[in-house]
């Protein structure tokens, strides 16, 4: 069965200093791997996606993953946070057209 | 790409009253999914419906609840029926195309 685990319901890190939001996967197949950002009563915003090319992924507002197939992993981090980023940030795995969504992790950012 | 159009961007609704979200897509597609977010919650897969056949509903999801139209390839309705406060979620249109999956911007559902 397919899964998508994130694995922290929440993240604070000080503005100016690293983000990590950590993402597993279990998948039977060869996944696509997405992160989409979520800001208080905005839409759903894709920030990157994996499709098979190249394992690190470059997305928008400096954001980047790795795809790790051997740690079933799909991290997504940023050298320096800014309190724009402050969001929920979903991990999901798409098998043909159906999407696993993660439970989604709120990322406060410290002034 | 796809760019969805999704009304009402939210309304709050009387218990045991019926509302109707629409989708609208700039292009053709054959499926497009209909999810739930509940308060503070990721998305919950509520139906996928395809053009010309019944929808199909996840678990725990049934048709006279939550009917689905999908009359033609860029369209779609979803119904929240005989509402209750426990149906105040954000309710979502999605579609997928080859390598993204697009969504409407969300109905945000407030029933008292």
């Known amino acids: 069965a397919q899964s998508v685990t994130q694995l922290d319901s929440h993240v604070s890190v000080s503005e100016g200093t690293p983000v990590l939001l950590r993402c597993n996967y279990s998948?039977?197949?060869?996944?696509?791997l997405f992160w989409y950002v979520q800001h208080p009563n905005k839409g759903l915003q894709l920030l990157l996606k994996?499709?098979?090319?190249a394992t690190l992924v470059k997305g928008i507002n400096g954001f980047e993953a790795e795809f790790k197939k051997s740690e079933t992993s799909f991290h997504l981090t940023k050298p320096s946070a800014h309190m724009s980023d402050a969001a929920e940030y979903f991990c999901?795995?798409?098998?043909?057209?159906?999407?696993?969504w993660g439970a989604g992790t709120k990322l406060i950012i410290k002034p | 790409s796809a760019v969805i159009s999704q009304k009402p961007s939210r309304d709050i609704c009387q218990r045991g009253t019926s509302l109707t979200i629409q989708c609208q897509v700039d292009?053709?597609?054959?499926?497009m999914f209909w999810y739930r977010q509940q308060p503070g919650q990721s998305l919950t897969l509520i139906a996928t419906?395809?053009?010309?056949?019944?929808?199909?509903?996840e678990s725990g999801f049934v048709i006279d609840k939550f009917p689905i139209s999908r009359p033609n390839l860029t369209f779609s309705t979803l119904t929240v029926s005989n509402m209750s406060p426990e149906d105040s979620s954000i309710y979502l249109c999605?579609?997928?195309?080859?390598?993204?999956?697009?969504f409407g911007q969300g109905t945000r559902l407030t029933v008292v």
């Open positions: 292009s053709q597609v054959t499926m």
């Open positions: 998948s039977s197949y060869s996944p696509s």
């Open positions: 999901v795995v798409r098998i043909s057209y159906q999407l696993i």
């Open positions: 999605s579609v997928a195309k080859p390598g993204e999956a697009f």
């Open positions: 419906a395809n053009q010309g056949s019944e929808a199909t509903y």
């Open positions: 994996y499709t098979s090319a």
